[in-house]
């Protein structure tokens, strides 16, 4: 679940067709009963321990609340989640129907990039659907077919969950029909983009009513001229609302560069774990062939490992991750596409065993920790290589970043393996 508070940021104007707010202070923290919720959502929000909005929340709201359109720029962990669900469940606890529905035939769509996102997002919106009407339900490629088929032909949907590739196969298959969708939610869109999604969801956003006959919340973590054109065909008369990419991952986070060679990394990595004893680590590097490697090495040497990245079939991901959160597993090995949206509490640790190029990531990294209000320490190790990334990350961050040799413990021996 996306926190419920966060520091607050301010906002630039990055994009010159919707209109912009800008804010240059901080704000005080606007509560959920300053907006007229209907009674049943308040109370979901009160029974799941929010009370504060996020900035990204005390932005939106306002926006969606009216109908308006909105284009945000917000990471995971911010609270968007929450943002767009209670918008959207606002509307649909108290705008009727705009005619009868039958089966296969859902009022929102949120189209997400990845099936863990769009499973985290249906089981946040469960939460927020309790003692509603609202039915929520997810779409999404590898996971049982006849099951979800079943339901789009025998149930009828309020919210759909969904990615790209499962959601053309249903509308093809003539198991839904997106012609009464009145909320189309489209989630980190800049990931769309570079997983090539993008014609999928020209396709789908082509079955649903025209833009100015349905309200669409759009989200990405960054923007790129691609996104704000689709950004701008896709939505009508938009707002733009933007949180700074760096303060909500440096707002908690210790941030650590050990400086080192690549021959010391496994090293350093396993006496991190191991001398102080950490059970809940995420450990992101560039390649999937880079993070099985790693895997193997860890297990090898006794430490409790798994993998996430795309090529791990998806009930086993889920099992992964199921496992990491209940501390079955000390550490996970993920791809920055695998680990995007990953919402777990208590990692202590995130460490980027190889630093990312694109400095955003770096970002969306370390916000795996660090998350509702506690601490956490990111550790990244730079060889010659990676050292040409960290000036990046620093402009981006608006701070140098703490680098350091490791301690000489920490480069002990390996124990025989």
């Not at 969606?64 to 606890?93: H, P, V």
Request: glycine fraction near 6%; charged fraction near 25%; proline fraction near 6%.
């Amino acid at each position: 679940m996306d926190t419920p508070t966060q520091p607050d940021n301010n906002d630039n104007n990055l994009a010159s067709n919707p209109q912009t707010e800008t804010e240059q202070t901080e704000e005080p923290k606007v509560p959920f009963t300053d907006f007229n919720l209907d009674p049943r959502l308040l109370a979901a929000i009160d029974k799941i321990g929010f009370t504060h909005c996020s900035p990204i929340q005390a932005k939106s709201l306002p926006v969606t609340l009216k109908g308006t359109d909105i284009i945000g720029k917000a990471q995971t962990g911010t609270g968007k989640t929450a943002a767009f669900l209670i918008s959207t469940l606002q509307y649909l606890l108290t705008e009727p129907e705009q005619e009868e529905r039958y089966n296969g035939e859902p009022r929102t769509l949120i189209l997400a990039p990845t099936r863990e996102l769009a499973l985290q997002i249906e089981k946040d919106a469960k939460e927020f659907v309790k003692g509603t009407p609202i039915s929520v339900m997810s779409v999404v490629g590898g996971m049982d077919y006849r099951g979800q088929k079943n339901r789009l032909n025998n149930e009828i949907i309020d919210i759909l969950v969904g990615t790209p590739g499962r959601i053309l196969d249903f509308i093809g298959n003539k198991d839904l029909y997106l012609t009464e969708i009145e909320v189309l939610v489209i989630d980190e869109a800049d990931r769309m983009l570079d997983m090539g999604f993008i014609p999928d969801i020209k396709k789908i956003i082509r079955t649903t009513p025209k833009k100015e006959y349905r309200q669409t919340l759009l989200f990405s973590a960054t923007f790129t001229e691609d996104i704000i054109n689709l950004s701008n065909n896709w939505t009508h008369k938009a707002e733009f609302v933007e949180i700074e990419p760096d303060s909500i991952a440096s707002a908690n986070v210790e941030k650590k560069v050990y400086l080192t060679t690549t021959e010391e990394k496994i090293t350093l990595l396993y006496n991190i774990v191991t001398q102080k004893n950490l059970d809940k680590v995420m450990v992101f590097a560039n390649r999937r062939d880079e993070t099985r490697n790693l895997m193997d090495h860890l297990k090898r040497l006794g430490v409790r490992t798994a993998l996430l990245s795309g090529d791990v079939p998806q009930n086993k991901r889920l099992r992964t991750l199921e496992n990491f959160r209940e501390g079955k597993i000390q550490v996970l090995v993920a791809t920055d596409v695998a680990g995007r949206g990953i919402h777990i509490d208590g990692i202590s640790h995130v460490v980027n065993y190889t630093l990312p190029e694109d400095p955003e990531d770096y970002v969306h990294r370390i916000g795996r920790t660090g998350r509702a209000g506690t601490s956490g320490i990111s550790i990244s190790f730079a060889c010659e290589e990676d050292a040409f990334e960290i000036p990046k990350i620093e402009a981006l961050l608006g701070e140098k970043l703490d680098y350091q040799q490791p301690e000489e413990e920490l480069l002990a021996p390996l124990p025989p393996h």
